[in-house]
């Protein structure tokens, strides 16, 4: 009877279901979308997670058709039998590669005991950190399948449903679908490609992204080597001008979008001089009966001159009718024998870096930046051992789609530019200031808009008195109105200690490189600065710099170096 009885008791429990387990499906498909301050993001790409009981496979998915072809398709594996993850990127070529990385390898999650219920499903809460960001985690056990669609934010052993960081980054589960075992797909990927470390792997994908022109790749500029120029229709080859402390080619830049961002690289090393010089990276703007190059060609007094008060003639410093000066890319510093000086000098405490690695985001000379022209770039000295360098422009997409927009026309307008390139051939130094302002003439056309003003400056002149060290502040004015005002000077020129080796030491304990200067330091670029013009009305205009000029003391004497460009759009 006691037997009969219990198996009754077990009969009754089957049919109301409380022994019979509820069956997990083998494979869930989730959808997720991004929140960002409280609103969903609107670019149209949606996270998908397809994931079982022992891996999963997530992947952004756009509906833009329009994608560059450079952009890789990227997918996540996570495999949780050997608890290891898997980045995989293929190109458009068909090339394909990987990163793996274990569980290990991710922050450490911590339960918080809180539950939420999110799509009905119960979650428990998980907090952790990466690099300073608050991240909050939500996963379920209830569907017997584990994923994430972050899984740097770590890896718990569920399926995520949620993901905040510093509580206004969400990334949230909107669609779940259980699949049916005839729904079933593979998850783990069979082709795995190349392996290599995430920092690499990173770099190839990026690397795809961007449009990289290496204009020069450890070119010598140094003073007094027998030159041998190739011919003049040679595209790609190196030219040297000066005295050899001009190195110019002719190359093909790729036309882009407009909303591409162009950065300019630039390494340089002493391959024997010491001291700390000027330098420029600079374009020859072309399509007028002169141009700068002829003054290359053919020296200095075949360019148009500037008379000024002073007495003296300046070649090739102002747009004319028939001329347009250089336009300068960068205006950069050598520091003081970077590189040949290492292991000659020891200071305590000191290392010396190998090179200085100039940076600078140039975007707005893109119109100027595209198609065929001639890059040059000039360090004035007068060591045969001179300097290195090497020279990229990196043109970096900004969007993520193939544009559609008709391209903008622009209008740019060089007006003046006193960096004496040809200083070695006898091209006068920036001392106009003394007695004169600089003046040129200026056209607006119509229909012109959104027009600004590109301006670099840095003053020199290197004893006590001289207006490298000494502040002063430079006035530009449109038709005798000021413009603007202001006096450039750098007050963190010590930062750089470690590019000057052959700095000079004073008794004090300071060093030559630390001194504070007028807009630059040995070692470092000169940021340009812009003032918007837009009110400006077509016509002639006059445009006019003034800066006063210190006075000579023997043989020492203050310039200054200035570069102006106009540039705007066509409505």
Sequence with gaps: MTRLLILIILSAFVVQGFAAPKKMPESVRISYQTIVNGKPRTDGSLISLLCSSSASRSWVENDSKKLLLSIAKETSYIDFTTKTTFQIAQFSGGKVINTPTTFSKYPELTETGETEVISGYTCKH???????????????????????????????????????????????????????????????????????????????????????????????????????????????????????????KKVKLPIVADDTQLFVELNQHSNGDAYDRTG??????????????????????TMPEYLARNGKSYQGIVATDNFLPLVEILRFFTPFGVGYFNDKVTVYGQQWQDSTFYKQEVSELLPVL?????????????????????????????????????????WTMPLFNTVNVMEMSGQEYGTLFDRDSLKVDV?????????????????????????????????????????????????????????????????????????????????????????????????????????????????????????????????
């Design 280 to 301: 420029s990276v600079f374009v020859i703007p072309e399509g007028k009966e002169q141009s700068f190059l002829d003054g290359l060609r053919k020296g200095v007094k």
């Design 443 to 571: 056209t607006i056309p119509e229909g012109v808009k959104n027009i600004r003003m590109r301006y670099i400056t840095t003053g020199h002149g290197g004893w006590e008195n001289g207006d490298e060290y000494n502040q002063k502040m430079n006035t530009v004015l449109l038709d005798g109105k000021v413009l603007f005002q202001f006096t450039p000077w750098r007050t963190d020129c010590a930062t750089y200690r470690k590019y000057n080796p052959a700095s000079g030491n004073f008794w004090n304990g300071i060093t030559s490189s630390d001194g504070s200067r007028s807009g630059w330091c040995p070692g470092t670029a000169t940021n340009p600065v812009f003032y918007p013009i837009e009110w400006i009305t077509p016509g002639k205009h006059k445009i006019s710099v003034t800066i006063p000029l210190g006075k000579n003391e023997g043989g020492s004497f203050s310039a200054w170096n200035i570069s102006g460009i106009l540039i705007g759009e066509y409505e």
């Design 126 to 248: 998980l907090k952790t950190s990466l690099r300073s960001n608050s991240i909050d985690i939500w996963y379920t056990t209830e569907l017997g399948v584990k994923g994430t669609p972050a899984m740097a934010y770590g890896v718990p052993d569920g399926l995520v449903l949620k993901v905040i960081r510093n509580g206004n980054y969400e990334i949230s589960a909107t669609e779940i679908k259980l699949l049916k075992q005839k729904e079933a797909e593979p998850i783990l990927p069979q082709e795995m490609g190349e392996t290599m470390d995430l920092p690499l792997y990173r770099h190839r994908i990026t690397e795809n992204l961007i449009t990289t022109v290496n204009v020069f790749t450890n070119e010598q500029i140094s003073f007094g080597n027998e030159i041998q120029n190739p011919s003049d229709t040679d595209f790609e080859k190196t030219f040297k001008y000066s005295s050899g402390t001009v190195i110019l």
């Design 370 to 410: 595209q198609g065929e022209c001639w890059i040059g770039i000039f360090i004035g000295n007068y060591d045969k051992g001179g300097h290195r360098v090497s020279l990229k422009l990196k043109y970096y997409p900004g969007s993520m789609d193939v544009t559609d927009r008709p391209v903008k026309k622009y």
